[in-house]
């Protein structure tokens, strides 16, 4: 059975309910050997949580990766964030093996390939300073080394850092173990054949790793810093009646910044206030990546979410605080028929992260 025929089959038979699937990797390419495995992606409706498992399946060992929509989204974008892009790779670049949705497993190719094909952003003075650090002091360490063991050691970090940072400064995906090497080959053929060529012999591998040195920007050792002073910033008052509403919203409540990159310059954190009217609730959603804490000012709110398929109910006060992990979908009300519910809320993001949904299920 062929690699595609047999995802096909597995999917089949362990997610027949599968909204659609994917199958990559080296096995559908002529690099595939004896112990290839299936790299399938599996996308199901109303996944609780998303997994990553090893299994075998008749004669086939499986790399299985099952998602919902929404998670599957996320994991793809922070591969993209760190310049190594496996998931992606496989959807884009695999074939699709089952197709429920009337087409969205097809454009999610096509979307992935053209994100792959654009590369990642270019370095900022930081990072691309950094790789030229670690290259440097890696090359000292090669040229003292005197112990044979270490002196070998030092080598494939070499070779490696040598690989990353001509990436890097090349605006190539980033990979690791033998994908390194491929995504390597594919930027520049050459100096990966240099590379493999020089590994063992330490003269000419510094001579190599130097060159790259030397496009990256030079050697950088002396005088390298990587941070400056962050500890004397001023602070930033936010007034009352400075609250902004320009920020992502939910039907049934209204949400106030008070706290976010655009009114104070935070980095990581968003806080803000919730106005819940009486006798409404809001519309299902959830916070992304966000972690979110909610304090209740006044009012009685409710915040409803799954637990194991049902819905579970939180009835709060003024005083009480309630913690919403990422992802959860939830949602807030308010039952009192006369008076507004009002909550501060902190999230662990600079910006108010809202991805409203049709039902309080992950999609």
């Known amino acids: 059975m062929d690699p595609v025929a047999a995802a096909r089959a597995f999917v089949e038979e362990l997610f027949p309910g599968a909204l659609y699937a994917f199958v990559g990797g080296s096995v559908l390419t002529e690099r595939r050997t004896s112990t290839s495995d299936l790299d399938v992606v599996v996308v199901l409706d109303g996944l609780a949580a998303p997994y990553r498992e090893t299994l075998r399946w008749h004669e086939w060992p499986v790399e299985l990766f099952a998602h919902s929509e929404t998670s599957l989204a996320v994991y793809i974008d922070n591969g993209f964030e760190q310049r190594r892009p496996v998931l992606a790779r496989i959807c884009a670049e695999g074939a699709v093996v089952t197709d429920r949705t009337g087409g969205r497993a097809s454009d999610l190719q096509g979307e992935l390939a053209d994100r792959l094909a654009d590369g990642p952003s270019g370095l900022t003075d930081g990072q691309a300073d950094r790789f030229r650090h670690v290259l440097s002091d890696l090359l000292d360490d090669l040229s003292g080394a005197s112990d044979?063991?270490?002196?070998?050691?030092?080598?494939?970090?070499?070779?490696?850092?040598?690989?990353?940072?001509?990436?890097?400064?090349?605006?190539?995906?980033?990979?690791?173990?033998?994908?390194l090497l491929r995504e390597l080959r594919a930027h520049d053929a050459r100096l990966a054949d240099e590379l493999l060529a020089a590994r063992d012999d330490p003269a000419r591998l510094a001579a190599v790793a130097t060159d790259v040195l030397e496009r990256a920007g030079g050697r950088l050792w002396e005088g390298y810093r990587a941070q400056g002073d962050p500890f004397h910033q001023p602070l930033r008052h936010v007034p009352s009646q400075?609250?902004?509403?320009?920020?992502?919203?939910?039907?049934?409540?209204?949400?106030?910044?008070?706290?976010?990159?655009?009114?104070?310059?935070?980095?990581?954190?968003?806080?803000?206030?919730?106005?819940?009217?009486?006798?409404?609730?809001?519309?299902?959603?959830?916070?992304?990546?966000?972690?979110?804490?909610?304090?209740?000012?006044?009012?009685?709110?409710?915040?409803?979410?799954?637990?194991?398929g049902r819905e579970r109910r939180i009835d709060a006060g003024p005083g009480d605080y309630v913690f919403?992990?990422?992802?959860?979908?939830?949602?807030?009300?308010?039952p009192d028929?006369?008076?507004?519910?009002?909550?501060?809320?902190?999230r662990s993001t600079q910006e108010a992260v809202v991805v409203n949904l049709p039902d309080l299920r992950q999609h």
């Not at 919403?324 to 308010?334: A, L, T």
């Open 148 to 179: 044979p063991g270490e002196r070998a050691f030092i080598g494939w970090e070499v070779v490696q850092a040598t690989a990353r940072t001509a990436l890097g400064v090349g605006r190539a995906w980033q990979g690791n173990g033998k994908w």
């Open 242 to 308: 400075a609250l902004s509403g320009e920020t992502a919203q939910s039907g049934g409540m209204r949400r106030l910044a008070a706290i976010s990159g655009a009114t104070a310059g935070s980095s990581r954190l968003w806080m803000g206030q919730t106005h819940v009217a009486p006798a409404t609730r809001s519309t299902d959603h959830h916070h992304g990546a966000c972690e979110t804490a909610i304090y209740v000012v006044s009012g009685t709110p409710s915040f409803v979410f799954l637990e194991d």
């Open 324 to 334: 919403v992990p990422p992802y959860v979908p939830h949602r807030e009300e308010n």
């Open 337 to 346: 028929p006369s008076q507004e519910a009002v909550v501060v809320i902190a």
